[in-house]
Structure formats: C-alpha cells, structure tokens
C-alpha cells in the first residue's frame, strides 16, 4: 500500500463522502451482477432500531469488548448506508462495509449456537407461553416474552458467544465496521424478529409446535372430554381463536 494511502484509511470522512462511495460500490456490484443486501435506515432520524426488540439488541452490545470507542463511529457508519451487504445465514453474518479505500471491507461475525442446557430451558419457558409464540408465528414480537429472550440467560450472545473479524486494518477486535454491522444486524432484527432464532440454533417452527401441543394436552386433561375427536366446535374455536389472536 502506497504511504499516502495507508494514511488515507484512517481520516474521518464525511458522511456525504462515505455515502458517495457506498452508492458506487453497490452500482460497482450491480454492473458485475453482484446482489448486495444494504441496510437502509429510511425514517430513523433518532433511534437506530424502531422496535423494541431491536431496540434492546442495540442497547446489548454494550456488553461487548472494545464498543464503548466505536460506538460512535459505527453508528454514523450504518447511518451514512456504508453497510451495503448484509446477509444473516442462521449464526453466520457476512457483510460489506464502506470504508475510506474504495472495495468495501469484508466483515464476518460468527454467533454460537445456544448450549444446550440453555435451549432446553429456553424451550421449556416457552412451553407456557403459547398466545405469546402464536403471536411471533404473526410476525409480531409481544413485551411479555423480553424477559425469555433477553434475559441473563436468554437469546443474545454473550461476548464469549459471539466472534468478530473484519479485513480492514484496525487493530482493535471490534472496529467500527464490525460496530456497524452489528447496528445493522438491529436493523434487520426490526424487520424480521425470527432471525434471532436460527441465530442461536433454535428451531422456532419446532417451538411452536411443541407449545401448541403442550396448550391442547393442558386443556384436554381439563376437558370433559376423551379425545380431540369428539370435542364440541365451540371448544375446536377456542383453542384455535387462543392460536390465532
Ligand atoms: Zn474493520
């Protein structure tokens, strides 16, 4: 690398400037039939994320090593559109971030799945929780569940849980590249709450049925019933009206 340019990546550019190179590098990849995934902030003049989920995912990564010096810039990162890929595969996170040189920097992160003493209580917390999860089959993420998954012991990756790498040449384990990505990860956490998921291993589909199953077993042994089969509709209309609200 050329002396000036060595320098060059570690000025402060503007967001206007930032934003002018993410625009070509995504037109760059468009021309070469690249798909990219960026991460629009359309809307947010204040807060990052817009729900409360993503909200707290957010405010979590305070927990991690080194974020407390690149909060800032990370967040000015996402906000300027320098995220201009970002793809969540299960725990693995591959994105492009804008920087100073004119490729992106390539930025992984790695989440582990849940050990598995953690997932089963996970899953057996859920177990009586079934309006809850049927409202997460709806896309909707309900309050109630926030102590389930953001507990101490709950969904989001401890700093031990979670692994960083960025081929920018920062030296510090969590760049700001690596910072914005993460806030963009919040982003598509917003859109999309399944993703946390798949994110630590878990099988939400299975989740679901298992509580659906636990719900029908409560109610039948309550039932003056032998079997679903005889049940009256009425009683049909009230397991799946609990299902569906
Ligand atoms: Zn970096």
């Given amino acids: ?24 590098s995504m037109e760059n990849a468009r021309a070469k039939g690249r798909s990219y995934e960026p991460v629009i902030l359309q809307g947010r003049p204040r807060n990052i994320c817009k729900t409360w989920w993503g909200d707290a995912w957010c405010r979590n990564l305070e927990r991690y090593a080194d974020f407390a010096s690149r909060i800032d810039r990370g967040k000015r990162y996402v906000r300027s559109g320098a995220v201009v ?40 917390k859920s177990l009586g929780k079934i309006k809850d999860l049927a409202a997460l089959a709806n896309g909707e993420f309900p309050e109630e569940l926030e102590h389930l ?35 963009g ?14 994110m630590r291993g878990l099988d939400v589909d299975r989740l679901i049925d298992k509580a659906i199953e636990n719900r029908l077993d409560s109610m039948l042994s309550h039932a003056d ?3 679903p089969r005889i049940m009256q509709g009425a009683d049909l209309l009230e ?7």
């Fill in 185 to 198: 990860i919040g982003v598509r956490l917003d859109e999309n709450p399944f993703y946390f998921f798949p």
């Fill in 85 to 124: 890929d970002l793809k969540i595969h299960g725990g693995d996170i591959k994105a492009k971030v804008q920087g100073s040189r004119r490729t992106p920097y390539n930025v992984e992160i790695k989440v582990d799945p849940l050990p598995e003493k953690r997932s089963r209580e996970i899953e057996e």
């Fill in 225 to 227: 019933v032998k079997s």
């Fill in 149 to 183: 998954f953001f507990s101490r012991d709950g969904l989001f990756p401890t700093p031990d849980e979670i692994h960083f790498d960025c081929s920018c040449p920062d030296w510090a384990y969590m760049c700001k590249h690596v910072a914005a990505v993460m806030y």
């Fill in 1 to 24: 690398m050329a002396y000036y340019d060595y320098f060059k990546q570690f000025r402060q550019m503007s967001p206007e400037e930032l934003r002018r190179k993410a625009e070509a």
């Fill in 239 to 245: 397991i799946f009206g609990v299902i569906s609200s």
